[in-house]
């Protein structure tokens, strides 16, 4: 299995440009993450997803949108880049049975830069 | 909502010395707590997870985590540091979180780990 896959690794973008982050896992796991690293910081939650056609906001949504049409893939997009979505962005997914907790797998990250 | 504070933001030890990385969780009720390692470059990984049943953790690598509900921490260990222990990690705990989920991550803002020669 190749895990929870990234593309692209690298991107500068110019202010007011779009883009769509890309992110696919084999594992058949439902749920499905996107988080943002800022520079000595934690990971924060920007959106999630429970399976197939539902996402939901997380902490940091303002100027993203997700979308899941299927199980594997779960691709963010930027509409209107802006210095501020500078980051490194995580995407991660798990399988998580009601009442079960299991660990969120993460890809290798998409460093971003806006100028 | 859940939260965790990360005591040191740069730990330095010596190989073959011990670790002790330091976390300090606020939950209102039992929590689900996670050790992540990031290698330079790379995704994260988990060390190790506390769900409600061994307070002792043993994750990978030799490492290993006690959860004290009294002193509301979840340390991570490690008796001997190795070269390639360097990295930074993140002590985490499960939901819910700013947004209301009952499986959102909650990260702390990570420790980093050197480990000199």
């Known amino acids: 299995n190749a895990g929870v896959t990234q593309t692209p690794k690298f991107r500068i973008l110019k202010i007011g440009q779009s883009m769509t982050l890309q992110c696919t896992q084999d594992m058949n796991h439902n749920y499905m993450y996107w988080y943002r690293q800022d520079p000595g910081m934690g990971l924060k939650l920007i959106y999630y997803s429970v399976g197939a056609g539902i996402t939901d906001k997380g902490e940091v949504p303002n100027g993203y949108n997700v979308s899941r049409s299927t199980t594997e893939d779960f691709p963010l997009r930027l509409e209107l880049a802006a210095p501020s979505q500078t980051s490194v962005y995580f995407c991660?997914?798990?399988?998580?049975?009601?009442?079960?907790?299991?660990?969120?797998?993460f890809g290798p990250g998409t460093r971003l830069t806006v100028l | 909502a859940q939260s965790v504070t990360q005591l040191d933001s740069h730990v330095s030890v010596s190989e073959g010395t011990p670790v002790l990385l330091r976390c300090n969780y606020s939950s209102s009720y039992s929590p689900s707590l996670f050790w992540y390692v990031q290698h330079p470059n790379k995704g994260l990984q988990l060390l190790l997870k506390?769900?409600?049943?061994?307070?002792l953790v043993k994750g990978i690598n030799g490492f290993e985590a006690e959860f004290k509900k009294s002193e509301t921490s979840f340390h991570l260990t490690k008796p001997s540091a190795h070269m390639s222990d360097a990295a930074e990690y993140f002590c985490v705990v499960r939901g819910p979180g700013a947004s209301g989920s009952a499986r959102q991550l909650t990260f702390g803002s990570g420790t980093q780990l050197t480990v000199l020669p």
């Open positions: 506390y769900t409600s049943a061994a307070t």
């Open positions: 991660a997914s798990s399988y998580s049975p009601t009442y079960e907790i299991n660990e969120q797998f």
